[in-house]
């Protein structure tokens, strides 16, 4: 068995990393692409190893002679790399394609060794290692027989996204028997590349094949636990760099995203929240019928989305404004804010982070749960002076909950005392209380003090849209708000979201029964796990103490590796003599059930210091 390495390419969408420079020689986590592709090819015990070089290949070959490899490496030389595609530089190593089998690989495809593993160890001779398609895939796609059969190889031209259930994707590394070369693939590669001509791509010969009653080829089928990447620009050399990350690295690099995690096959978000079980699929499919007048139209500016607004929740247009998030509306409240700010802590910072510390007065509570009440709370702040107080009900991460009833005791405390409440009530709509909310008409009207935010994204499980709302009855506030926003400050998807919202109501309230049922079923779940304690909680997330010895880092970590689980680690949030905790998303049934069974299974193995 050899291998062959096509690395001709120039790359240039890597830019100024290959400027002058191959791209197989673009750094990874500090280590060359060839480097590691070489590293793994040499544990296989091969007869040589084929490189094929076009672009800066006297850079690339010097550099490859500097390396500890074993197996013998030869050089193929593409002198037209700029004038051909890839068919041509393996047309260029044919001879070497039928002396004997040959693994096929392309430089710029970062994999781990399992992946090459597979290859090796499946008894049949010939294969094209294909993945289920995922979002971030590009390129040439396949469809598979239940026998890895290829039936299609599908085109950038024949791809079509509402038949994606069924793709699969090539993953560029191949097994060519020394046969198979001889019969099929040589013989095609050669009457291809005369009658198409160089500047095609070598799957094509592929595509050719699979058309015969016997292509000589089959398919095999990537696990989702066994992780590759192809890299094509700086956004996918970000990526790659964070799933083969050392593990010390792997859990910061992913968390500095802050999203996007659908880039990453199979992970489980349990980190950002968001309701699971909305919106409905009817609802989706008639946003995804619209999707083409939505993306070529503007949306409509400040004045329409208000009346949208205030059509869905009950209110005057005068009275709301939306935001590109809640995130853009606290941030505009906080620029408008003077005085001494009163917050809870452990509480969501982004309110406290975006004022001077030096004017913030926090409340923490004195007790296990983090749990605190209304008279707790103006007890504290009595003689703080605050000019502001920014409240979480329920409160992010504890889930601590303050009926209605005391948050009305609240307004009217703040208004007695000429203090601006922000009461951020983005998780009241999974409370056990109904009717818990405080976006009223008549009761803003009375209270021109209180400034009711709410994160739709999290609410009603959109959070791609980025929408939310800011309600009050100071219009010169509210007014002033919409003036330090864009007149565009969301897309046509989420103005159409917020027109079509009110026939999907009975939905929601459909989701938040399964949402609340769900919470109750997880936090028992989790509570019969030895080493965990569950804080009781009122929103869609769980905040749970590790009692057994295990930090959190280390068990965030753990999650992320071997389970494909992301969570929030709150040591940077709460800092209490060296307790752990962790928040935790409820997700649905299936996916609780895969995160219930991982921490069992991490919290019973031994503590290693």
Same mark, same amino acid.
């Given at each position: 068995?050899?291998?062959?390495?096509?690395?001709?390419?120039?790359?240039?969408?890597?830019?100024?990393?290959?400027?002058?420079?191959?791209?197989?020689?673009?750094?990874?986590?500090?280590?060359?692409?060839?480097?590691?592709?070489?590293?793994?090819?040499?544990?296989?015990?091969?007869?040589?190893?084929?490189?094929?070089?076009?672009?800066?290949?006297?850079?690339?070959?010097?550099?490859?002679?500097?390396?500890?490899?074993?197996?013998?490496?030869?050089?193929?030389?593409?002198?037209?790399?700029?004038?051909?595609?890839?068919?041509?530089?393996?047309?260029?190593?044919?001879?070497?394609?039928?002396?004997?089998?040959?693994?096929?690989?392309?430089?710029?495809?970062?994999?781990?060794?399992?992946?090459?593993?597979?290859?090796?160890?499946?008894?049949?001779?010939?294969?094209?290692?294909?993945?289920?398609?995922?979002?971030?895939?590009?390129?040439?796609?396949?469809?598979?027989?239940?026998?890895?059969?290829?039936?299609?190889?599908?085109?950038?031209?024949?791809?079509?996204?509402?038949?994606?259930?069924?793709?699969?994707?090539?993953?560029?590394?191949?097994?060519?028997?020394?046969?198979?070369?001889?019969?099929?693939?040589?013989?095609?590669?050669?009457?291809?590349?005369?009658?198409?001509?160089?500047?095609?791509?070598?799957?094509?010969?592929?595509?050719?094949?699979?058309?015969?009653d016997d292509p000589g080829i089959k398919a095999k089928r990537?696990?989702?636990?066994?992780?590759?990447?192809?890299?094509?620009?700086?956004?996918?050399?970000?990526?790659?760099?964070?799933?083969?990350?050392?593990?010390?690295?792997?859990?910061?690099?992913?968390?500095?995203?802050?999203?996007?995690?659908?880039?990453?096959?199979?992970?489980?978000?349990?980190?950002?929240?968001?309701?699971?079980?909305?919106?409905?699929?009817?609802?989706?499919?008639?946003?995804?019928?619209?999707?083409?007048?939505?993306?070529?139209?503007?949306?409509?500016?400040?004045?329409?989305?208000?009346?949208?607004?205030?059509?869905?929740?009950?209110?005057?247009?005068?009275?709301?404004?939306?935001?590109?998030?809640?995130?853009?509306?606290?941030?505009?409240?906080?620029?408008?804010?003077?005085?001494?700010?009163?917050?809870?802590?452990?509480?969501?910072?982004?309110?406290?982070?975006?004022?001077?510390?030096?004017?913030?007065?926090?409340?923490?509570?004195?007790?296990?749960?983090?749990?605190?009440?209304?008279?707790?709370?103006?007890?504290?702040?009595?003689?703080?002076?605050?000019?502001?107080?920014?409240?979480?009900?329920?409160?992010?991460?504890?889930?601590?909950?303050?009926?209605?009833?005391?948050?009305?005791?609240?307004?009217?405390?703040?208004?007695?005392?000429?203090?601006?409440?922000?009461?951020?009530?983005?998780?009241?709509?999974?409370?056990?209380?109904?009717?818990?909310?405080?976006?009223?008409?008549? %009761? !803003?009207?009375? $209270?021109?003090?209180?400034?009711?935010?709410? @994160?739709?994204? =999290?609410?009603?499980?959109?959070?791609? +849209? &980025?929408?939310?709302?800011?309600?009050?009855?100071?219009?010169?506030?509210?007014?002033?708000?919409?003036?330090?926003?864009?007149?565009?400050?969301?897309?046509?998807?989420?103005?159409?979201?917020?027109?079509?919202?009110?026939?999907?109501?009975?939905?929601?309230?459909?989701?938040?029964?399964?949402?609340?049922?769900?919470?109750?079923?997880?936090?028992?779940?989790?509570?019969?796990?030895?080493?965990?304690?569950?804080?009781?909680?009122?929103?869609?997330?769980?905040?749970?103490?590790?009692?057994?010895?295990?930090?959190?880092?280390?068990?965030?970590?753990?999650? %992320? !590796?071997?389970? $494909?689980?992301?969570?929030?680690?709150?040591? @940077?949030?709460? =800092?209490?003599?060296?307790?752990?905790? +962790? &928040?935790?998303?409820?997700?649905?049934?299936?996916?609780?059930?895969?995160?219930?069974?991982?921490?069992?299974e991490l919290l019973s193995a031994p503590i290693h210091s």
């Open positions: 068995m050899q291998a062959i390495i096509l690395a001709a390419g120039m790359g240039k969408r890597l830019k100024q990393l290959t400027q002058n420079n191959t791209k197989c020689m673009v750094k990874v986590n500090g280590i060359p692409m060839i480097n590691r592709t070489l590293s793994q090819l040499d544990r296989l015990s091969l007869s040589r190893i084929v490189i094929v070089v076009g672009y800066e290949g006297e850079k690339l070959t010097g550099h490859i002679r500097t390396l500890d490899v074993k197996t013998p490496v030869v050089f193929v030389e593409n002198p037209i790399y700029n004038k051909t595609n890839n068919i041509y530089s393996l047309f260029l190593a044919k001879d070497y394609l039928l002396k004997e089998d040959t693994l096929l690989l392309e430089s710029d495809v970062i994999f781990q060794d399992s992946v090459l593993d597979c290859l090796m160890e499946d008894p049949r001779d010939s294969l094209a290692l294909v993945a289920k398609y995922e979002a971030w895939m590009d390129g040439t796609c396949v469809r598979l027989s239940e026998q890895d059969d290829i039936i299609d190889m599908i085109s950038k031209k024949q791809f079509r996204f509402s038949e994606i259930e069924d793709y699969y994707k090539t993953v560029n590394l191949y097994k060519f028997s020394r046969e198979f070369s001889r019969t099929h693939y040589v013989p095609f590669l050669e009457a291809y590349t005369k009658a198409l001509g160089n500047n095609e791509y070598y799957e094509q010969v592929l595509k050719v094949l699979v058309a015969l990537l696990s989702p636990d066994q992780k590759w990447y192809e890299i094509d620009d700086i956004q996918d050399l970000d990526i790659a760099e964070s799933m083969f990350a050392p593990e010390n690295e792997r859990t910061a690099l992913i968390q500095r995203r802050y999203g996007g995690y659908w880039r990453y096959p199979g992970m489980l978000d349990f980190c950002y929240l968001v309701n699971s079980y909305y919106p409905p699929k009817k609802m989706m499919d008639e946003i995804r019928s619209n999707f083409d007048v939505l993306v070529r139209q503007y949306p409509s500016g400040m004045y329409v989305n208000s009346l949208l607004a205030a059509r869905n929740f009950a209110l005057r247009q005068d009275q709301i404004l939306v935001g590109n998030g809640a995130a853009e509306l606290i941030k505009a409240l906080i620029e408008q804010t003077q005085g001494r700010l009163g917050v809870v802590r452990p509480t969501f910072e982004e309110y406290s982070n975006r004022y001077d510390p030096d004017k913030t007065e926090a409340y923490y509570p004195d007790n296990d749960n983090f749990s605190y009440t209304a008279d707790e709370l103006t007890t504290f702040f009595e003689d703080k002076d605050i000019r502001c107080l920014a409240l979480v009900n329920p409160d992010n991460p504890s889930g601590n909950y303050i009926p209605k009833a005391d948050m009305l005791r609240l307004v009217q405390w703040t208004g007695e005392r000429g203090i601006h409440f922000i009461a951020d009530e983005s998780f009241v709509d999974f409370a056990d209380e109904e009717n818990a909310s405080l976006l009223d008409e008549e %009761l !803003l009207d009375e $209270n021109p003090h209180l400034t009711v935010v709410k @994160s739709i994204s =999290k609410s009603y499980g959109i959070p791609g +849209l &980025r929408l939310g709302i800011a309600a009050s009855a100071d219009t010169a506030r509210i007014q002033e708000l919409k003036k330090s926003v864009s007149i565009w400050n969301i897309n046509s998807l989420g103005e159409f979201y917020m027109q079509i919202e009110e026939k999907y109501r009975k939905d929601y309230t459909d989701a938040l029964v399964k949402v609340k049922a769900e919470r109750n079923r997880f936090s028992a779940l989790l509570s019969a796990v030895d080493g965990i304690r569950v804080i009781p909680s009122q929103a869609d997330y769980l905040m749970i103490e590790l009692t057994g010895g295990h930090t959190a880092g280390a068990v965030t970590q753990q999650l %992320l !590796l071997r389970y $494909n689980c992301l969570v929030k680690d709150l040591s @940077s949030k709460v =800092k209490l003599k060296n307790r752990q905790f +962790l &928040r935790i998303a409820v997700r649905s049934q299936e996916d609780d059930d895969i995160l219930a069974e991982a921490l069992k």
